[in-house]
Protein backbone atom coordinates (compact mmCIF):
# COMPACT_ATOMS: atom_id res chain seq x y z
CA UNK A 1 0.00 0.00 0.00
CA UNK A 2 2.60 2.39 0.32
CA UNK A 3 3.03 3.07 -3.42
CA UNK A 4 -0.55 4.17 -3.45
CA UNK A 5 0.24 6.38 -0.49
CA UNK A 6 3.07 7.91 -1.95
CA UNK A 7 1.63 9.01 -4.97
CA UNK A 8 -2.01 10.42 -2.82
CA UNK A 9 0.99 12.64 -0.76
CA UNK A 10 2.24 13.68 -3.76
CA UNK A 11 -0.78 14.84 -5.26
CA UNK A 12 -1.29 16.87 -1.77
CA UNK A 13 1.79 18.45 -2.20
CA UNK A 14 1.18 19.59 -5.91
CA UNK A 15 -2.51 20.78 -4.42
CA UNK A 16 -3.90 18.00 -6.88
CA UNK A 17 -5.59 15.75 -4.27
CA UNK A 18 -9.30 15.38 -5.29
CA UNK A 19 -12.23 14.38 -2.75
CA UNK A 20 -16.24 13.72 -3.64
CA UNK A 21 -17.35 16.92 -1.96
CA UNK A 22 -20.98 16.28 0.29
CA UNK A 23 -23.09 18.95 -0.57
CA UNK A 24 -27.10 19.69 -0.71
CA UNK A 25 -29.11 20.99 -3.43
CA UNK A 26 -31.49 23.17 -2.79
CA UNK A 27 -32.64 24.30 -6.24
CA UNK A 28 -30.16 25.87 -8.39
CA UNK A 29 -27.92 26.86 -4.87
CA UNK A 30 -25.95 24.22 -3.07
CA UNK A 31 -25.23 24.07 0.90
CA UNK A 32 -21.83 23.14 1.79
CA UNK A 33 -19.70 23.87 5.33
CA UNK A 34 -22.83 25.84 6.84
CA UNK A 35 -22.37 27.98 3.78
CA UNK A 36 -25.61 28.47 1.11
CA UNK A 37 -24.25 29.15 -2.41
CA UNK A 38 -25.10 30.10 -6.21
CA UNK A 39 -23.98 26.51 -8.23
CA UNK A 40 -21.41 27.69 -10.96
CA UNK A 41 -20.20 24.39 -11.24
CA UNK A 42 -23.21 22.29 -12.50
CA UNK A 43 -23.96 20.93 -15.92
CA UNK A 44 -27.60 22.00 -15.49
CA UNK A 45 -27.19 24.45 -18.64
CA UNK A 46 -30.62 25.23 -19.31
CA UNK A 47 -32.05 24.84 -15.28
CA UNK A 48 -34.52 22.02 -15.79
CA UNK A 49 -32.82 19.80 -13.39
CA UNK A 50 -32.71 23.12 -10.30
CA UNK A 51 -36.62 24.21 -11.54
CA UNK A 52 -38.57 21.61 -9.94
CA UNK A 53 -42.62 22.59 -11.74
CA UNK A 54 -41.61 20.62 -14.78
CA UNK A 55 -40.78 17.34 -12.68
CA UNK A 56 -43.47 18.12 -10.27
CA UNK A 57 -46.30 17.63 -13.87
CA UNK A 58 -43.89 14.65 -14.86
CA UNK A 59 -44.13 12.82 -11.21
CA UNK A 60 -47.97 13.28 -10.97
CA UNK A 61 -48.60 12.25 -14.26
CA UNK A 62 -46.36 9.28 -13.97
CA UNK A 63 -48.37 8.95 -10.31
CA UNK A 64 -51.85 8.79 -11.99
CA UNK A 65 -50.70 6.15 -14.32
CA UNK A 66 -49.81 3.89 -11.64
CA UNK A 67 -53.33 3.74 -10.13
CA UNK A 68 -54.06 0.54 -12.03
CA UNK A 69 -50.58 -0.94 -11.97
CA UNK A 70 -46.89 0.06 -13.09
CA UNK A 71 -47.34 0.66 -17.09
CA UNK A 72 -43.70 -0.82 -19.04
CA UNK A 73 -42.88 2.85 -19.25
CA UNK A 74 -42.30 3.76 -15.60
CA UNK A 75 -40.14 0.83 -14.47
CA UNK A 76 -37.03 1.96 -12.69
CA UNK A 77 -35.02 -0.61 -14.21
CA UNK A 78 -34.62 -2.01 -17.98
CA UNK A 79 -33.16 -5.11 -16.41
CA UNK A 80 -30.94 -6.16 -19.32
CA UNK A 81 -29.07 -4.60 -22.69
CA UNK A 82 -31.01 -3.10 -25.77
CA UNK A 83 -29.95 -6.56 -27.41
CA UNK A 84 -31.86 -9.03 -25.08
CA UNK A 85 -34.89 -7.04 -23.48
CA UNK A 86 -33.54 -4.00 -22.37
CA UNK A 87 -35.48 -1.95 -25.75
CA UNK A 88 -38.72 -0.64 -24.58
CA UNK A 89 -41.07 1.48 -26.22
CA UNK A 90 -39.64 4.77 -24.62
CA UNK A 91 -36.31 4.14 -26.31
CA UNK A 92 -37.73 3.71 -29.77
CA UNK A 93 -40.02 7.15 -28.98
CA UNK A 94 -36.99 9.09 -27.38
CA UNK A 95 -34.92 8.11 -30.99
CA UNK A 96 -37.81 8.91 -32.73
CA UNK A 97 -38.14 12.33 -31.02
CA UNK A 98 -34.41 13.22 -31.95
CA UNK A 99 -34.55 12.05 -35.50
CA UNK A 100 -37.84 14.75 -35.86
CA UNK A 101 -35.22 17.61 -34.22
CA UNK A 102 -32.86 17.27 -35.98
CA UNK A 103 -33.91 15.88 -39.76
CA UNK A 104 -31.45 12.90 -39.07
CA UNK A 105 -32.17 9.53 -40.13
CA UNK A 106 -31.22 7.70 -37.81
CA UNK A 107 -30.58 7.84 -33.57
CA UNK A 108 -29.31 5.89 -31.06
CA UNK A 109 -29.53 5.87 -27.31
CA UNK A 110 -26.33 4.79 -24.94
CA UNK A 111 -26.57 4.09 -21.34
CA UNK A 112 -23.84 7.32 -20.91
CA UNK A 113 -21.66 9.83 -22.62
CA UNK A 114 -18.27 7.99 -21.38
CA UNK A 115 -19.57 4.67 -22.78
CA UNK A 116 -20.84 6.28 -26.16
CA UNK A 117 -17.50 7.67 -26.84
CA UNK A 118 -15.69 4.90 -25.82
CA UNK A 119 -17.72 2.40 -27.87
CA UNK A 120 -18.24 4.01 -31.21
CA UNK A 121 -14.33 4.83 -32.41
CA UNK A 122 -12.96 1.19 -31.27
CA UNK A 123 -16.64 -0.13 -33.30
CA UNK A 124 -15.56 1.52 -36.62
CA UNK A 125 -11.94 2.21 -36.43
CA UNK A 126 -9.44 -0.70 -37.61
CA UNK A 127 -5.65 -1.47 -38.47
CA UNK A 128 -6.71 0.35 -41.89
CA UNK A 129 -7.95 3.17 -40.50
CA UNK A 130 -6.66 6.71 -38.84
CA UNK A 131 -8.26 8.63 -36.11
CA UNK A 132 -7.43 12.02 -36.19
CA UNK A 133 -8.19 14.11 -33.08
CA UNK A 134 -8.26 18.22 -31.59
CA UNK A 135 -5.79 17.71 -28.57
CA UNK A 136 -8.24 19.09 -26.33
CA UNK A 137 -11.17 15.99 -26.76
CA UNK A 138 -12.38 14.53 -23.67
CA UNK A 139 -10.70 11.98 -21.66
CA UNK A 140 -13.89 9.39 -22.76
CA UNK A 141 -13.03 10.03 -26.52
CA UNK A 142 -9.11 9.68 -25.44
CA UNK A 143 -9.87 6.15 -24.06
CA UNK A 144 -12.17 5.44 -27.47
CA UNK A 145 -9.03 5.92 -29.55
CA UNK A 146 -6.69 3.65 -26.92
CA UNK A 147 -9.25 0.87 -27.37
CA UNK A 148 -9.03 0.94 -31.18
CA UNK A 149 -7.13 -0.97 -33.40
CA UNK A 150 -6.71 2.56 -35.91
CA UNK A 151 -3.49 4.65 -35.50
CA UNK A 152 -4.04 8.14 -33.71
CA UNK A 153 -2.73 11.68 -34.06
CA UNK A 154 -3.45 14.66 -32.65
CA UNK A 155 -3.35 17.94 -34.38
CA UNK A 156 -2.91 21.58 -32.34
CA UNK A 157 -6.18 22.57 -30.76
CA UNK A 158 -8.58 24.36 -33.48
CA UNK A 159 -5.85 24.27 -35.93
CA UNK A 160 -7.43 24.02 -39.11
CA UNK A 161 -4.35 24.13 -41.20
CA UNK A 162 -2.80 21.19 -39.36
CA UNK A 163 -6.27 19.43 -39.65
CA UNK A 164 -6.38 20.02 -43.50
CA UNK A 165 -2.79 18.59 -44.09
CA UNK A 166 -3.02 15.69 -41.95
CA UNK A 167 -6.21 14.76 -43.89
CA UNK A 168 -4.65 14.98 -47.06
CA UNK A 169 -1.65 12.60 -45.81
CA UNK A 170 -3.74 10.15 -44.26
CA UNK A 171 -6.75 10.10 -46.57
CA UNK A 172 -4.12 8.38 -49.34
CA UNK A 173 -2.55 5.86 -46.70
CA UNK A 174 -5.64 4.67 -45.09
CA UNK A 175 -8.64 3.22 -46.36
CA UNK A 176 -10.74 5.18 -43.30
CA UNK A 177 -9.74 9.27 -41.96
CA UNK A 178 -12.12 9.50 -38.74
CA UNK A 179 -11.94 13.40 -37.41
CA UNK A 180 -12.83 13.57 -34.18
CA UNK A 181 -13.66 17.01 -32.14
CA UNK A 182 -16.03 18.17 -29.53
CA UNK A 183 -18.38 21.54 -30.53
CA UNK A 184 -18.29 23.15 -27.29
CA UNK A 185 -15.04 22.31 -25.61
CA UNK A 186 -15.29 21.53 -21.75
CA UNK A 187 -12.45 23.26 -19.82
CA UNK A 188 -12.18 26.25 -22.33
CA UNK A 189 -15.49 26.64 -23.63
CA UNK A 190 -14.45 27.62 -26.86
CA UNK A 191 -16.54 26.48 -29.65
CA UNK A 192 -15.14 24.52 -32.86
CA UNK A 193 -15.61 26.20 -36.64
CA UNK A 194 -17.86 23.12 -38.18
CA UNK A 195 -18.08 24.70 -41.74
CA UNK A 196 -14.90 24.18 -41.98
CA UNK A 197 -14.53 21.26 -40.28
CA UNK A 198 -17.09 19.75 -43.34
CA UNK A 199 -15.26 21.45 -45.94
CA UNK A 200 -12.32 19.07 -44.92
CA UNK A 201 -14.24 16.13 -44.70
CA UNK A 202 -15.56 16.80 -48.17
CA UNK A 203 -12.27 17.76 -49.73
CA UNK A 204 -10.76 14.20 -48.92
CA UNK A 205 -12.32 10.84 -50.02
CA UNK A 206 -12.62 7.91 -47.46
CA UNK A 207 -12.70 10.96 -44.23
CA UNK A 208 -15.47 10.76 -41.64
CA UNK A 209 -16.25 13.83 -39.19
CA UNK A 210 -17.15 12.74 -35.43
CA UNK A 211 -18.61 15.63 -33.58
CA UNK A 212 -19.10 15.71 -29.87
CA UNK A 213 -22.11 17.93 -28.59
CA UNK A 214 -21.90 16.96 -25.00
CA UNK A 215 -22.17 20.75 -23.95
CA UNK A 216 -23.55 22.38 -26.90
CA UNK A 217 -26.67 19.56 -26.90
CA UNK A 218 -30.01 22.10 -25.59
CA UNK A 219 -28.20 24.80 -25.57
CA UNK A 220 -27.45 26.10 -29.13
CA UNK A 221 -29.61 25.92 -32.18
CA UNK A 222 -33.33 26.72 -32.91
CA UNK A 223 -34.60 23.78 -31.33
CA UNK A 224 -31.76 23.00 -29.19
CA UNK A 225 -29.73 20.28 -31.42
CA UNK A 226 -26.40 22.27 -30.38
CA UNK A 227 -23.75 23.85 -32.70
CA UNK A 228 -24.17 22.09 -35.97
CA UNK A 229 -27.69 22.83 -35.83
CA UNK A 230 -26.66 26.75 -35.34
CA UNK A 231 -23.99 26.30 -38.02
CA UNK A 232 -26.32 24.83 -40.75
CA UNK A 233 -23.77 21.62 -40.96
CA UNK A 234 -26.42 18.93 -39.29
CA UNK A 235 -26.91 16.92 -41.60
CA UNK A 236 -23.10 16.88 -42.91
CA UNK A 237 -21.34 15.34 -39.54
CA UNK A 238 -21.29 10.98 -39.40
CA UNK A 239 -21.22 10.54 -36.00
CA UNK A 240 -23.40 13.67 -34.20
CA UNK A 241 -23.39 12.86 -30.23
CA UNK A 242 -24.68 14.39 -27.46
CA UNK A 243 -25.63 13.86 -23.90
CA UNK A 244 -29.09 13.79 -21.82
CA UNK A 245 -27.38 14.23 -18.56
CA UNK A 246 -26.10 18.29 -18.60
CA UNK A 247 -28.79 20.86 -20.34
CA UNK A 248 -31.76 17.69 -20.76
CA UNK A 249 -31.13 16.99 -17.02
CA UNK A 250 -31.71 13.46 -17.08
CA UNK A 251 -29.24 10.65 -18.05
CA UNK A 252 -27.51 8.38 -21.04
CA UNK A 253 -26.27 9.82 -24.50
CA UNK A 254 -26.79 9.89 -28.24
CA UNK A 255 -25.90 9.57 -31.55
CA UNK A 256 -27.27 11.25 -34.48
CA UNK A 257 -26.11 9.21 -37.58
CA UNK A 258 -27.53 7.43 -41.24
CA UNK A 259 -29.29 3.69 -41.10
CA UNK A 260 -26.45 1.71 -42.30
CA UNK A 261 -23.83 3.13 -39.27
CA UNK A 262 -26.30 2.55 -36.59
CA UNK A 263 -27.34 -0.89 -37.59
CA UNK A 264 -23.50 -1.46 -37.97
CA UNK A 265 -22.91 0.03 -34.00
CA UNK A 266 -25.88 -2.46 -32.94
CA UNK A 267 -24.01 -5.23 -34.19
CA UNK A 268 -20.40 -3.99 -33.65
CA UNK A 269 -20.27 -1.48 -30.49
CA UNK A 270 -19.31 -3.36 -26.89
CA UNK A 271 -20.60 -0.55 -24.62
CA UNK A 272 -24.08 -1.10 -26.41
CA UNK A 273 -24.10 -4.71 -26.84
CA UNK A 274 -22.91 -5.68 -22.92
CA UNK A 275 -24.41 -3.02 -20.73
CA UNK A 276 -27.96 -2.13 -18.97
CA UNK A 277 -29.97 -0.39 -20.86
CA UNK A 278 -31.26 3.13 -19.60
CA UNK A 279 -34.76 2.67 -17.36
CA UNK A 280 -37.54 3.15 -19.11
CA UNK A 281 -38.56 5.31 -16.20
CA UNK A 282 -35.85 8.04 -17.78
CA UNK A 283 -36.88 7.36 -20.80
CA UNK A 284 -40.06 8.86 -20.52
CA UNK A 285 -38.65 11.55 -18.94
CA UNK A 286 -35.96 12.28 -21.47
CA UNK A 287 -39.06 12.27 -23.67
CA UNK A 288 -40.78 14.71 -22.10
CA UNK A 289 -38.06 17.06 -21.85
CA UNK A 290 -37.01 16.72 -26.07
CA UNK A 291 -41.08 17.64 -26.58
CA UNK A 292 -40.33 20.56 -24.91
CA UNK A 293 -36.46 21.54 -26.35
CA UNK A 294 -37.29 24.14 -29.37
CA UNK A 295 -40.24 25.75 -26.86
CA UNK A 296 -37.40 26.92 -24.74
CA UNK A 297 -35.58 29.85 -26.90
CA UNK A 298 -36.29 31.91 -24.37
CA UNK A 299 -34.11 29.87 -21.66
CA UNK A 300 -31.49 30.00 -24.27
CA UNK A 301 -31.08 33.35 -24.88
CA UNK A 302 -31.29 34.20 -20.65
CA UNK A 303 -28.12 31.91 -20.53
CA UNK A 304 -26.32 33.45 -24.19
CA UNK A 305 -26.97 36.76 -22.54
CA UNK A 306 -25.67 36.18 -18.87
CA UNK A 307 -22.46 33.94 -20.26
CA UNK A 308 -21.24 37.12 -22.44
CA UNK A 309 -20.98 39.59 -19.67
CA UNK A 310 -19.22 37.10 -17.58
CA UNK A 311 -16.83 36.41 -20.55
CA UNK A 312 -16.65 40.06 -21.21
CA UNK A 313 -16.08 40.87 -17.49
CA UNK A 314 -13.31 38.21 -17.18
CA UNK A 315 -11.18 39.73 -20.08
CA UNK A 316 -11.72 43.38 -18.91
CA UNK A 317 -10.25 41.80 -15.48
CA UNK A 318 -7.02 40.99 -17.70
CA UNK A 319 -7.11 37.34 -18.05
CA UNK A 320 -7.49 35.30 -21.16
CA UNK A 321 -11.02 33.94 -21.85
CA UNK A 322 -11.19 31.78 -25.23
CA UNK A 323 -14.70 30.91 -24.39
CA UNK A 324 -17.39 31.74 -26.84
CA UNK A 325 -19.86 30.03 -24.85
CA UNK A 326 -21.36 29.27 -21.51
CA UNK A 327 -18.35 27.78 -19.74
CA UNK A 328 -16.53 30.29 -19.04
CA UNK A 329 -12.45 29.44 -17.60
CA UNK A 330 -11.09 31.82 -14.90
CA UNK A 331 -7.30 30.99 -15.39
CA UNK A 332 -5.49 30.91 -12.09
CA UNK A 333 -2.28 29.10 -13.66
CA UNK A 334 -0.86 27.58 -10.65
CA UNK A 335 -3.21 24.70 -8.45
CA UNK A 336 -2.95 26.29 -5.69
CA UNK A 337 -3.56 29.57 -6.59
CA UNK A 338 -6.61 28.24 -8.01
CA UNK A 339 -7.30 26.02 -4.79
CA UNK A 340 -7.13 29.32 -3.03
CA UNK A 341 -9.84 31.57 -5.24
CA UNK A 342 -12.13 28.99 -5.31
CA UNK A 343 -11.94 29.34 -1.74
CA UNK A 344 -12.53 32.95 -1.64
CA UNK A 345 -15.51 32.64 -4.00
CA UNK A 346 -17.21 30.37 -1.75
CA UNK A 347 -16.66 32.00 1.24
CA UNK A 348 -18.41 34.92 -1.39
CA UNK A 349 -21.64 32.81 -1.89
CA UNK A 350 -20.28 31.12 -5.17
CA UNK A 351 -19.90 27.44 -5.58
CA UNK A 352 -16.74 27.05 -8.01
CA UNK A 353 -14.09 24.46 -8.03
CA UNK A 354 -10.73 24.21 -8.83
CA UNK A 355 -9.85 22.39 -12.42
CA UNK A 356 -6.66 21.48 -12.07
CA UNK A 357 -4.31 18.62 -13.79
CA UNK A 358 -4.21 15.99 -15.46
CA UNK A 359 -8.12 17.26 -16.24
CA UNK A 360 -5.93 20.53 -17.90
CA UNK A 361 -2.39 21.09 -18.88
CA UNK A 362 0.28 21.73 -16.11
CA UNK A 363 0.10 25.75 -15.29
CA UNK A 364 -3.57 26.33 -16.77
CA UNK A 365 -5.38 25.01 -13.90
CA UNK A 366 -8.61 27.43 -13.35
CA UNK A 367 -11.86 28.02 -11.99
CA UNK A 368 -14.54 26.83 -14.64
CA UNK A 369 -17.72 28.98 -14.01
CA UNK A 370 -20.31 26.57 -15.63
CA UNK A 371 -23.60 28.82 -16.15
CA UNK A 372 -26.73 28.10 -16.17
CA UNK A 373 -30.38 29.37 -17.53
CA UNK A 374 -31.70 29.48 -13.88
CA UNK A 375 -29.05 32.32 -12.81
CA UNK A 376 -30.64 35.82 -13.08
CA UNK A 377 -29.27 39.11 -14.51
CA UNK A 378 -29.03 40.18 -10.83
CA UNK A 379 -26.95 37.28 -10.12
CA UNK A 380 -24.69 37.83 -12.51
CA UNK A 381 -23.95 40.81 -11.42
CA UNK A 382 -23.09 40.07 -8.05
CA UNK A 383 -20.85 37.69 -9.39
CA UNK A 384 -18.93 39.78 -11.98
CA UNK A 385 -18.70 42.32 -8.76
CA UNK A 386 -17.34 39.76 -6.60
CA UNK A 387 -15.09 38.78 -9.20
CA UNK A 388 -13.65 42.23 -10.22
CA UNK A 389 -12.62 42.67 -6.36
CA UNK A 390 -11.11 39.20 -5.81
CA UNK A 391 -8.70 39.16 -8.85
Same mark, same amino acid.
Given at each position: ?????????????????????????????????????????????????????????????????????????????????????????????????????????????????????????????????????????????????? *????? %??????????? !???? @? #? +?????????????????????????????????????????????????????????????????????????????????????????????????????????????????????? *????? %??????????? !???? @? #? +???????????????????????????????????????????????????????????????????????????????????
Amino acid at each position: MSAFSDQLLRLREEGNLRSLPEIVHEGKHVLKDGRRMLNLSSNDYLGLASEPEMMRRFMSDAAESCRNGVPEDLLLSSSSSRLLTGTFGVHSLVEQALCRLSGREAALVFSSGYHMNEGILPAIADSSSVILADKLVHASIIDGMR *LSQAK %SVRYRHQDMSQ !LDAL @A #A +KYSKECERTIIVTESIFSMDGDVSDLRTLVEIKKRYPGVMLYVDEAHAAGVCGKTGMGVAEEQCVINDIDFLCGTFGKALASAGAYLLCDKEIREFLVNRMRPLIFTTAIPPFNMLWT *LKVLE %SLADMRERRER !LAGN @A #A +KIRSAVRVCGLECPSGSHIVPIMAGESHRAIALAEKMQKSGFYLLPVRPPTVPEGTSRLRVSLTAAVTGEETDRFIATLKELL
